[in-house]
């Protein structure tokens, strides 16, 4: 499975940006797909996933501000970010979990300047 995650760029704090990341394979076949993201010097952290049963769940850090979603028929997932603020900068990846083995995107850069 090959991930392709793309979107990033640097945007000004109270702006917003859509982050993708289209699959190589049928996402409906995809159980469990997430965003991540790895700050300057800090631990990589989930954002927001999708679940097995198809609910999301999203870090209490931007909940309400982050919006993951997808689209089967172009099987790509999608992060919204809206309100963006300086500690959001990163480099976001998209992770997916496909017959038993755990597959990254190569992560695109978000860089929000106050």
């Known amino acids: 499975v090959q991930l392709q995650a793309s979107g990033g760029g640097l945007v000004q704090a109270g702006e917003s940006l859509k982050l993708s990341c289209a699959a190589s394979?049928?996402?409906?076949?995809?159980?469990?797909m997430a965003w991540y993201r790895r700050a300057p010097g800090k631990q990589r952290e989930v954002v927001a996933r999708f679940t097995s049963i198809g609910t999301t769940l999203y870090a209490d850090s931007v909940k309400g501000q982050f919006t993951i979603s997808r689209d089967n028929a172009k099987n790509t997932m999608y992060l919204q970010m809206n309100n963006l603020k300086p500690e959001d900068t990163a480099v976001y990846y998209c992770?997916?979990?496909?017959?038993?083995?755990?597959?990254w995107g190569q992560g695109t850069l978000v860089t929000v300047s106050s």
């Open positions: 992770n997916a979990d496909y017959h038993d083995s755990n597959y």
């Open positions: 394979v049928p996402i409906f076949r995809i159980k469990i």
